[in-house]
């Protein structure tokens, strides 16, 4: 927006000198054009007045006349008569000269049509009692026009290049200052969409900018008031929730312990095995109404710690089933950082390692690999199980949709919903693809940090 009220400011100022220096200037050209052909004709005719008279003096004078405007000037007088012949050269025969001797009229030949040529010639009979009795030519070197003429023009152009950048200079000020309160609820716009909640706009500028600045301060009020009130619910839920579901599984748990009845203890253990699946659900839906919630502004975090940090938790129950994790890419010698919300990432690596390891079959291999570049990260975890189809792709990050892997079937279905919830808060992206000789790879690009070594 600046730069078009720089331009709208700089072409108004442009249209300005058009109009008004322009039209200046071709005046000054055409008087200058004007008074050099009055000047250079006054001459001519005096001499033609001299020529006229035929005696020997006036002859003299001509030729004295003559030859100290051709030295003064460097101009070529030119003259021919009948009556007294002057030592000056005599023009050659042509329709100018023609007209000056036949119809006694004198001509003006600029040489062009567009300003002038070379030179200026000026033909005038000479008279001698209303006969034309020869005629004065002065040939006039337009050389000096001509720089005059640039003299003009180039001034005029300078100077107009000069108002233009000091136009463009003061537009730039202007643009900015008009522009600011827009600048500053921009400021705004973007820390809210950062997750802080915090941010408020200065009330200045025009009415209208008062006026918008004071309804989004007042939405961002209400809205933090909203986000408030949501985390208290989740806190609430959560220990509403999770209190009673660990103490019906703990009830459940000494029920077993104290049944010998063969039927009643699978009962017992199908009761249980649906309490854990509640709690998965339950845990995964406060996870998820967290991420909705979007409480916590992006900042900029260290990768490879965290990626170490979760790495180092999962290992022991990779190991269990002969599960290998390895970790590749630059991850490892550049230590990128991302732009995230602190523990984003965390749950982000904690579901998709999950979900790797219930896929991967007994002594398989989970590779977790990171691409560094200018602008994003991309972390992607590939495993070696069963893969998804093309429609199980597509349907994998709707809630409450379990995939078919080795034990998909005891998962929540809110897994991967989680997680594009996540990344998508922090300004990134997620997408399933197949894995290198088997298996699905989960690819999540990240917003890379400025300070980020990659």
């Known amino acids: 927006m600046i730069k078009q009220l720089i331009r709208s400011y700089v072409l108004l100022v442009a249209v300005a000198i058009l109009l008004f220096t322009v039209p200046v200037a071709f005046t000054l050209t055409a008087q200058l054009r004007g008074d050099t052909e009055v000047s250079i004709a006054r001459e001519a005719t005096t001499m033609a007045l001299l020529l006229g008279n035929g005696d020997t003096a006036s002859c003299q004078a001509l030729e004295e006349m003559a030859r100290a405007y051709a030295v003064e000037t460097e101009d070529e007088v030119q003259a021919t008569t009948t009556r007294c012949t002057p030592a000056l050269p005599r023009p050659e025969r042509d329709a100018a000269l023609a007209r000056a001797l036949e119809r006694g009229r004198p001509t003006t030949d600029w040489g062009s049509d567009l300003i002038w040529g070379r030179d200026l010639v000026i033909t005038v009979p000479a008279k001698d009692d209303g006969r034309v009795v ?108 999770r209190t009673p579901l660990t103490a019906l599984r703990l009830s459940l748990d000494n029920i077993a312990d104290g049944v010998d009845d063969e039927f009643v203890r699978e009962d017992v253990e199908q009761a249980t095995a649906e309490v854990v699946r509640m709690s998965r659900l339950v845990n995964g839906l406060l996870v998820l109404a967290r991420a909705e919630a979007k409480v916590t502004a992006a900042e900029p975090l260290s990768l490879t710690d965290i990626v170490a940090e979760r790495l180092s938790v999962w290992r022991p129950a990779a190991d269990e089933r002969g599960v290998t994790i390895a970790l590749r890419g630059s991850v490892v010698d550049d230590r990128p950082s991302v732009l995230a919300s602190p523990g984003h990432l965390d749950q982000v690596l904690d579901n998709v390692l999950s979900n790797a390891l219930e896929v991967s079959p007994d002594g398989g291999k989970i590779t977790v690999r990171t691409e560094a570049g200018a602008r994003e990260v991309v972390l992607s975890v590939s495993d070696e199980g069963p893969g998804m189809s093309d429609a199980e792709k597509s349907r994998a990050f709707d809630r409450f949709w379990r995939g078919q892997g080795l034990t998909g079937r005891s998962g929540s279905g809110l897994g991967l919903s989680v997680v594009k919830q996540l990344v998508t808060d922090d300004g990134g992206t997620v997408a399933l693809a197949d894995a ?7 690819r999540i690009s990240l917003r890379a940090s400025r300070t980020s070594g990659g």
Do not use: C
Not at 181 to 206: E, I, W, Y
Not at 436 to 442: N, W
């Open 134 to 241: 020869g005629a004065v030519r002065i040939v006039y070197a337009t050389s000096g026009l001509t720089h005059r003429l640039w003299t003009i023009w180039g001034f005029r152009a300078g100077l107009a290049v000069a108002v233009l950048g000091v136009a463009a200079l003061i537009g730039a000020v202007v643009a900015r200052r008009i522009t600011r309160p827009l600048r500053q609820l921009n400021d705004m716009a973007s820390k809210f969409s950062d997750g802080d909640l915090t941010a408020r706009s200065p009330v200045t500028g025009p009415q209208e900018t008062q006026t918008l600045a004071r309804t989004l301060n007042q939405a961002g009020e209400r809205l933090d008031t909203l986000i408030a009130s949501q985390r208290i619910f989740v806190a609430d839920a959560s220990h509403q929730l």
């Open 436 to 442: 290198p000789g088997g298996g699905l790879s989960v």
